[in-house]
């Protein structure tokens, strides 16, 4: 059962009798969203769960804007957590708020705003029935399109209601679009700048006069939302921009980032990635490595980004390979192997934009650079160890074979016992009483490092890899 469709307590007041009575006073949205965050933060706990990398730098700017109780634009490159950051608002309202039982704006009843709810208030008094509604029915989120209109996000006169008999010029004529039905909670419009200008105007009354109008007459609502957006910084130029007038209206344009080091992309890795196989914490650093030299590759379109869901697809399609390579060798339990690192280029290769001049290089950009992060992952693993006598036990003949159809215990077979390889195990954080998938997953790093640095060679096709002099 989610947690929209729990029934309310059963001790909440049922109606306005009973709501006065218990004292309850209509707060504004912000108001909530302040009060909790500062109860939140005064209590030492987490406010933003699940948000990784942003501790130090956006969410400082982000509460400092709704203790201001700002309206906010989050502005950055795909897969930052834009979205992410924006639905984890739900967590500081009230987790249950009362409404006015039949009201189509989820109206307080202390305090109605369309002219019905107010009728039927003054009709029926401290008997007028209220509900209760719980705060994951508080967040609406709309993604902006060139054909959305002003009725999606305002509303329109409903030729429907005019029919039954009521003029044009009465305000229960009227649809109500997303941002008025969204009232007493928290809009959020992802991509803004892909509304076409004229729509974005249509959002200025809203934001500034909490108002709405609607074909020619203006209805006087006392909104109560909070708005809340996202934007790509290359939309400004490319698809759209935000119109001045309604960036003015934003009390707070908050830049976000990637994860600025290794820790935190392999955090949202190992928090967003689904893994089929077990993937080690090496593996998710080579990963997360390449990710970060992919941004700061002069062949990658860096006003494209490299989004944070690659590094997550990457993982996925490892522990993939993983599982692939478990039911063809019937070894148990499936653990990734750097071997799996090459499924990566060609199954991601689409994800990633080149600069112009790139085409059909993309697959041997992205290897050379997978390789270096695999470089990288396994200096910072081994530094200080020595792995001559591993590379010494190969060119005495002792070649390693690898691949999709052998399993780990092969691997390690083929080898002498070494006492570096026990210190290789633990530098990747593997006991020697561990299943042989993870202890060979580790000696495939060393030695694919040992070719990476031109002390042993490999020769591979499709199915093996082979490491020798």
């Known amino acids: 059962m989610t947690a929209s469709s729990l029934p309310p307590p059963e001790a909440l007041p049922r109606t306005l009798g009973e709501l006065r009575a218990a004292g309850y006073v209509p707060r504004s949205v912000k108001t909530e969203l302040h009060d909790n965050l500062l109860a939140t933060l005064r209590a030492g706990g987490q406010p933003w769960p699940g948000i990784?990398?942003?501790s130090r730098t956006v969410l400082p700017q982000f509460e400092r804007a709704l203790l201001a109780g700002h309206d906010v634009v989050l502005l950055g490159e795909r897969g930052q957590g834009k979205t992410?950051?924006?639905?984890?608002l739900v967590g500081l309202l009230d987790e249950w708020t009362p409404v006015l039982e039949g009201s189509e704006l989820a109206e307080h009843p202390l305090d109605p705003i369309t002219p019905a709810s107010r009728r039927r208030v003054a009709e029926l008094g401290d008997s007028a029935p209220v509900t209760w509604l719980h705060r994951s029915q508080r967040y609406t989120e709309k993604l902006a399109t060139p054909d959305t209109s002003v009725g999606d996000l305002i509303g329109d006169v409903d030729p429907v209601k005019v029919a039954e008999g009521r003029s044009l010029g009465d305000p229960e004529t009227i649809h109500f679009g997303i941002v008025p039905?969204?009232?007493?909670g928290i809009v959020a419009v992802n991509e803004l700048p892909d509304l076409a200008e004229r729509i974005q105007v249509a959002l200025l009354n809203v934001m500034e006069e909490r108002d709405i109008q609607v074909r020619g007459y203006t209805l006087r609502l006392p909104l109560d939302?909070?708005?809340v957006a996202t934007a790509n910084p290359e939309d400004y130029t490319n698809?759209?921009?935000?119109?001045?007038?309604?960036?003015?209206?934003f009390g707070a344009e908050i830049r976000t980032h990637y994860p600025l080091d290794v820790a935190a992309e392999v955090g949202v890795v190992r928090q967003e990635a689904d893994l089929v196989a077990e993937v080690g914490?090496?593996?998710l650093e080579v990963l997360a490595r390449f990710v970060r030299n992919l941004r700061e590759s002069n062949v990658v379109d860096q006003r494209s980004g490299v989004s944070a869901r690659f590094a997550v697809a990457a993982a996925e399609t490892v522990a993939a390979a993983a599982l692939r390579r478990s039911a063809l060798t019937g070894e148990t339990p499936a653990v990734a192997r750097p071997v799996d690192l090459?499924?990566?280029?060609a199954v991601l290769r689409g994800k990633v934009e080149f600069e112009p001049g790139e085409e059909g290089r993309e697959t041997e950009h992205l290897v050379h650079l997978l390789r270096r992060a695999i470089a990288e992952t396994a200096r910072d693993r081994f530094a200080g160890l020595d792995l001559r006598p591993?590379?010494?036990?190969v060119a005495d003949g002792h070649l390693v074979a690898t691949g999709e159809r052998v399993p780990g215990k092969d691997v390690l077979a083929a080898l002498p016992e070494l006492p570096v390889l026990h210190e290789v195990a633990q530098r990747a954080g593997v006991s020697a009483d561990e299943p042989p998938g993870r202890i060979a997953a580790a000696v495939e790093l060393a030695l694919e490092s040992l070719y990476l640095t031109r002390k042993l060679a490999k020769d591979a096709d499709d199915t093996t890899t082979v490491y020798g002099p």
Not at 181 to 184: S, Y
Not at 239 to 249: E, F, M, Q, S, Y
Not at 390 to 393: P, T
């Open 225 to 227: 939302v909070l708005l």
């Open 52 to 54: 990784v990398g942003f």
């Open 84 to 88: 992410r950051l924006l639905r984890t």
């Open 239 to 249: 698809r759209g921009r935000i119109i001045t007038p309604l960036k003015d209206r």
């Open 281 to 283: 914490e090496p593996l």
């Open 390 to 393: 591993l590379a010494d036990a």
């Open 342 to 345: 090459d499924a990566v280029p």
């Open 181 to 184: 039905r969204a009232h007493r």
